[in-house]
């Protein structure tokens, strides 16, 4: 049988200039200090409301304590771009050098900051740090809106067949590429090969499902009337369903989704006639979590109830692609569990070593010979320059 053409779009991504502000790290005097103050986002996630767009615009006043600037510096730059008020990034950045220049470390780190929540977290027009980025950056809590922008920008260009994501690309493509190999022939790339040739060559035992640190993790499943997670972004806002990621939280994936738990949930800017912003922004106020006692062990498998589904999806849009023999758990990879392969009775993990495939088994024999040479050669590199800085002086 023929088998169907793949149904294919091509997006870009829309990645701003930082060349300008990445000359500002030069002047952040305490790396630890700063980062530890600004520069890990997740302990941001807390109880705390997320931004919903409903804030009010932080006056010229609010803006310049926050920034620790003259009022009329701000109120003579501030302007409009694209229907949307903000400060233009070369006034940031000259104001941040002068700051950088004086080593006045509150005045420099604030408008430091600012600008990369406004250019990196939450761009929009370009060298241009709009009102809801300023209001995101007051409300210290990116996290729900970065998740919101990235499921928005997706969804949009998918429904519009193609175009530009804007986005936290960094963000993006650093998830992306951590559930990828970590292997020194996959980073290196030799044979300089596509991203789709490489991804298609992957298997279930290639990926980085699970990461140890979310062991302890308890999941936000949903929030308040919804039966998902409600995210509000800068543009509008969209549902997330946490039951198809459950699989890197490490929990098992059992059975075909109910359709109530998929339910799509999805709104522009300026275009609610249900008014669903109000609905999400109170559906924030009760959040229900979900740990070990509500969704099994931590053993990061995925059942064949599940993947028969998942297969029928691909192929309801379009995605056919080669798969083994139907089996019922498949479980991850050594980079995640030290049990792996596909298994038919979970109590006999013997009958899976029968039923793998020839290819799947030269493909793994390959890549671990590869592996096996690297090391190798690391190896007598290191044993050498050892024997070199030991050898007697004359």
Known sequence: MERQKRHTKKYNFKQPDLKELRNLTSYVLDLLGFKARFGKLLPLLTT???????????TSQEIADMLHIDE??????????????????????????????????????????????????????????????????????????????????????????????????????KWFISHLPQTVAFKEN???LRWSTRLMSLTNDDISWYNRVYDRVQIIDSCGEFSNVPLLGTCGGISYNPVLARRQLGFPLKDKPNNVLLEGVFFQEGKDPQGLKGRMVRAWRKIHKKGRNELGPKNCIALEPYTTWVRKRASEYLMPYDYPRPTPLIVAGPSTLPNQGVID??????????????KFWKRRNDRLAKEKADMEAAYERKVKKLRASYRPVP
């Open 48 to 58: 705390q409301l997320p931004f919903s767009g409903l804030e009010s615009i932080p």
């Open 72 to 173: 009329s510096l701000v109120g003579a730059h501030m302007t409009t771009k694209g229907g949307i008020q903000g400060l233009p990034s070369e006034f940031l950045i000259a104001q941040a050098t002068v700051y950088g220049k004086a080593m006045s470390e509150d005045a420099f780190e604030a408008i430091f900051v600012l600008l990369i929540y406004g250019l990196v977290l939450f761009p929009n027009i370009d060298k241009f740090v709009d009102v809801n980025a300023i209001r995101i950056f007051f409300a210290l809590n990116p996290i729900p809106t970065l998740l919101g922008d990235t499921y928005f920008s997706l969804y949009m260009r998918n429904a519009k067949g193609g175009g530009a994501i804007v986005c936290c690309l960094p963000l993006l493509y």
């Open 190 to 192: 030799k044979g300089c």
């Open 345 to 358: 009775d979970p109590n006999d993990a013997w009958t899976s070593l029968l039923i793998q495939s020839s």
